[in-house]
């Protein structure tokens, strides 16, 4: 389940009214108040300037970073010999920056992954070829030596050999729904976020490449409409199905193996790993090393892991680091392991923070690089020449976000500015300058480029203009405040009044929240959201995030292990009763509202002992996590079989007796993720039981439920339910 769905959601739905002008929803979902920032698709390896996309997609421009003044074109696609292409939706250099992968027409598979069009362009000779005349390509890579291109079509891997303009077959068993060689399966795509799952060793001498076994794995079947769709046509009378592997919470999991293709003489042979049958191998990664591929695997429950070096050429492998944790692992931060030919970085939090370490090479600790409760969230990378380390991390308060650099001795130094809010920032290949963006809650997103010692060189975007129409909104401002979670613990949040504010009136509240492990809501960055228009049409909207979020070390984010929905509905209900005792909160006018996981959490809050929400909305909601999928699922409450008692106590099939209170049920019938027949299973439950409810259901969308028509619909109709409900 991504932690991040509903950020995304509200950051482009909302609505306002600027004193006498209406703003429409319609507006909104067009990003007509979104930030505006400077498209830096790719920093060059010189260190002063970087490559972006025309505003028309015909040309790749290189500007140079100090100025951002235009130095040349790189490619212009209309002037290319040998081929053209109509647009550029995305490219890639090779390590030499003498060819480039450029593609378009891209289709999407599931959230990440895609199939495209693409093309090779040779910058000497300003040649233009498609990498392949045999059909799209997916998760394509260029050879570290620049002379080969790797991609992955039917669940099968090839090679383009570039000089000689020849094709190679790496596998030929892949078959849909059964073998995929190189890609991830569904679940790895969406629990792992990766897709490519084959590496180049450093000398481009091997492919070392996962094989997936679906085979036994169960499938779902998502029915699909015609509904205007051209490319759907084939079901205008009657409806088709997709099907796809999906193993549910203690039910088979594909199995993984691991194979090197010898590239000179074609040859396959599986490598030799001491994997149990069940374990994962969430990801790959090339060392510094020529025969050395670094291999990482996780246990089922996800609370072992392991990192091996593997020689392809020998198929002899070596355990270098192995760590366990009596809850689990967070598999988010493996993939920011970073080889050099002397040691690597790894992140664990084994302190009770999640911190930076330094290993050698052989995985003897040197040092923790990043220490104290300010916990490390992203790692941007490491200056090799002066052993600096940049990152990410917590700046005192959990909704505060800022950049740092520490040494080798761990001396820790914040580089971003004195004011409070988001900082992130992204640096040039050789860590000398970065790009750091800022916001607030009151500060739209402001774009700056920096030395690595944290010293300006220029204001990108400042979005001027931007603010100054917020400004002149005159809009109520996001206060941050501290309460109380149900057992007495310091949770966070913040509260929106309505406009127009009267102390000695009441108003109903609406609560948003998503309160999955390690996510977080509260957070003090600029966003122009759904919350606002509601405190514009007179509610007071609050969002607290409660126990097992993130940024507040291990303890607080593991306390939910085993047992998920118990202490993120209760804490919710015990935060919505403080607010109830509010003067101006109307305590009998209480809504929450989620989505997925917040989904979940709003359907259980109205079958919670206490009654305290008047109108829940539940939007693609989880209703059992048996329901759910393995990687997810049994990382936060291990399987069914081992955890009976965590399954049932919080599954809205068990506690339906305690139901009380309006709900809105809102899915798409296209959704791959929290499938739809999660819904209709509760729906039958609530029938079975009297209970009336409303429900909104939208065919051929997923678990988003994108598209701007099917987006107004429903902002609308969760509006239009708060209203009736709460009026």
Not at 83 to 98: D, P, V, Y
């Amino acid at each position: 389940m991504n932690k991040k769905l509903f950020g995304f959601i509200c950051l482009i739905i909302c609505a306002m009214t600027i004193q006498a002008q209406d703003i429409s929803l319609n507006d909104i979902i067009e990003k007509k108040y979104a930030a505006k920032s400077v498209a830096v698709s790719n920093m060059m390896k010189d260190g002063s300037s970087y490559v972006a996309i025309s505003e028309d997609g015909l040309s790749l421009l290189r500007y140079e970073l100090k100025s951002g003044q235009l130095l040349d074109t790189i490619v212009n696609v209309e002037k290319t010999r040998e081929h053209q292409m109509k647009h550029i939706e995305g490219f890639c250099f090779n390590e030499q920056e003498n060819q480039i992968l450029l593609w378009n027409n891209a289709k999407p598979v599931y959230r990440r992954s895609f199939y495209a069009d693409y093309y090779v362009y040779n910058r000497r000779h300003n040649i233009l070829e498609p990498l392949s005349e045999n059909g799209a390509q997916r998760d394509v890579c260029f050879s570290p030596d620049g002379r080969m291109v790797a991609f992955a079509r039917d669940n099968n891997l090839f090679i383009k050999k570039l000089d000689f303009k020849t094709e190679v077959a790496v596998t030929k068993d892949g078959a849909i729904n059964q073998i995929i060689n190189g890609t991830s399966d569904w679940l790895y795509e969406e629990e792992f976020s990766t897709t490519r799952m084959y590496e180049w060793t450093a000398d481009s001498k091997y492919l070392i490449y996962v094989r997936f076994n679906e085979s036994h794995v169960k499938e779902y079947a998502l029915t699909e409409y015609y509904c205007s769709m051209p490319e759907k046509s084939d079901y205008q009378y009657y409806p088709g199905e997709y099907r796809f592997k999906y193993p549910r919470a203690g039910q088979d999991n594909s199995r993984v193996s691991l194979h090197a293709y010898q590239v000179q003489y074609r040859q396959n042979t599986q490598l030799t790993l001491p994997l149990d049958k069940e374990d994962y191998i969430p990801y790959l990664k090339a060392t510094k090393q020529a025969n050395q591929m670094a291999i990482m695997t996780l246990n089922r429950n996800q609370n072992e892991f392991k990192l091996f070096y593997i020689n392809p050429k020998s198929n002899i492998n070596k355990l270098v680091l192995s760590e366990s944790n009596e809850a689990y692992i967070d598999p988010t931060y493996l993939p920011e392991i970073e080889f050099t030919s002397k040691d690597f970085t790894y992140i664990s939090e084994k302190d009770g923070y999640r911190h930076l370490y330094l290993y050698k090479t052989n995985g003897m600790l040197i040092k923790q690089i990043t220490s104290g409760s300010n916990e490390l969230l992203r790692y941007y990378g490491r200056d090799t020449l002066n052993n600096l380390f940049y990152y990410q991390a917590v700046d005192e308060l959990p909704y505060h976000r800022a950049v740092f650099v520490s040494d080798a001795k761990g001396k820790q130094t914040r580089l971003s500015d004195k004011e409070k809010g988001v900082y992130s920032a992204r640096f040039n290949p050789g860590m000398k300058v970065f790009i750091e963006n800022y916001s607030s809650a009151t500060q739209a997103n402001r774009q700056c480029l920096k030395q690595a010692k944290g010293k300006t060189i220029r204001v990108m975007e400042d979005n001027a203009e931007l603010q100054a129409k917020l400004m002149s909104m005159k809009l109520p401002q996001k206060e941050f405040f501290e309460c109380q979670a149900a057992d007495g613990q310091k949770l966070y949040g913040w509260m929106l009044r309505p406009q127009g504010f009267d102390e000695n009136k009441t108003y109903p509240l609406v609560m948003i929240q998503y309160s999955g492990p390690n996510s977080q809501e509260v957070l003090d960055e600029y966003s122009f959201d759904w919350e606002y228009f509601l405190s514009r049409q007179g509610y007071v909207v609050v969002a607290v995030d409660g126990r097992g979020t993130g940024s507040r070390g291990e303890a607080f984010r593991k306390q939910t292990y085993m047992k998920l929905g118990e202490m993120e509905s209760a804490d919710q209900a015990a935060v919505a009763r403080q607010l109830g005792a509010l003067p101006y909160i109307d305590e009998n006018r209480m809504a929450i509202w989620g989505w997925s996981f917040g989904g979940y959490i709003s359907l259980i809050s109205l079958m919670q002992d206490e009654a305290v929400f008047k109108a829940a909305i539940s939007i693609a909601p989880v209703c059992d996590w048996r329901y759910y999928n393995t990687a997810y699922t049994e990382r936060f409450m291990r399987r069914p079989q081992e955890n009976p008692d965590g399954y049932d106590a919080f599954s809205a099939f068990s506690r339906i007796d305690k139901f009380s209170g309006n709900l809105l049920l809102i899915h798409g019938l296209s959704d791959d993720n929290v499938h739809p027949n999660q819904s209709m299973e509760i729906i039958d439950a609530l029938v079975r039981q009297g209970i009336q409810f409303d429900m909104q259901l939208y065919p051929n969308r997923n678990h988003s439920i994108l598209g701007t028509t099917y987006r107004e619909h429903l902002y609308r109709k969760c509006f239009e339910f708060l209203e009736n409900k709460l009026r």
